[in-house]
């Protein structure tokens, strides 16, 4: 049996496959009131708050730390985060010290995080010590944030998440998922790929 599996929206996966010569379709939700994973709204909270607010950001610099932090928020099933509110936050620049909460939770290095941003790392360094991000950058830094938080929620385990997020992925044409941030397209694909994880589809 083959399968495809396309993002339709935010919410749902469209799959299509086919079995001894026959075309089936099928439209799963992301997410139902039985599954284990969080909504998008309270994913994109989680990575707002990772990013933003000072609390998870404090620590001895132990990933573990950090990537804790995200397990309990998930599990607590917090404030959700609406798409205008989001646009807002975003809009006005998130802090160029998200940078480093990244890098610590990632546990990469200065250079691989410029080599994902396609800055330099004079150019990385500046962007560290602004106070407020550009909006391009800020988008960026944001999905990068999602994807971590949304891969923790589907492997319920921050280490076998990001461990994901970095490693090559056959299903992505051989490509780390955390190196298609950087475009609207790999966003989704991502997302896609981590739905269908979730769902139990090949991916």
């Not at 798409?83 to 998200?98: F, M, V, Y």
């Amino acid at each position: 049996m083959d399968y495809i599996h396309l993002l339709m929206d935010t919410s749902h996966l469209l799959c299509f496959f086919t079995h001894e010569n026959e075309y089936f379709v099928t439209l799963l939700p992301m997410t139902s009131p039985t599954s284990r994973t969080a909504d998008r709204y309270t994913i994109s909270a989680v990575a707002l708050d990772l990013i933003t607010k000072p609390a998870p950001r404090r620590g001895s610099g132990d990933p573990a730390v950090l990537r804790g932090w995200i397990e309990k928020r998930l599990a607590s099933r917090g404030r959700a985060l609406g798409g205008l509110d989001l646009h807002r936050e975003i809009e006005a620049g998130l802090p160029g010290n998200s940078i480093p909460t990244l890098l610590l939770v990632l546990d990469v290095t200065r250079e691989d995080f410029s080599n994902l941003l396609g800055r330099t790392r004079k150019t990385l360094n500046e962007l560290v010590e602004r106070k407020h991000l550009s909006r391009a950058d800020s988008v960026l830094v944001f999905r990068i944030a999602r994807a971590v938080v949304h891969a923790v929620s589907v492997f319920e385990d921050a280490v076998a998440a990001v461990d994901w997020l970095k490693e090559p992925n056959e299903a992505l044409g051989g490509a780390a998922p955390l190196s298609l941030m950087v475009t609207v397209e790999g966003d989704e694909v991502v997302h896609t790929e981590l739905g269908a994880v979730e769902h139990g589809l090949p991916a």
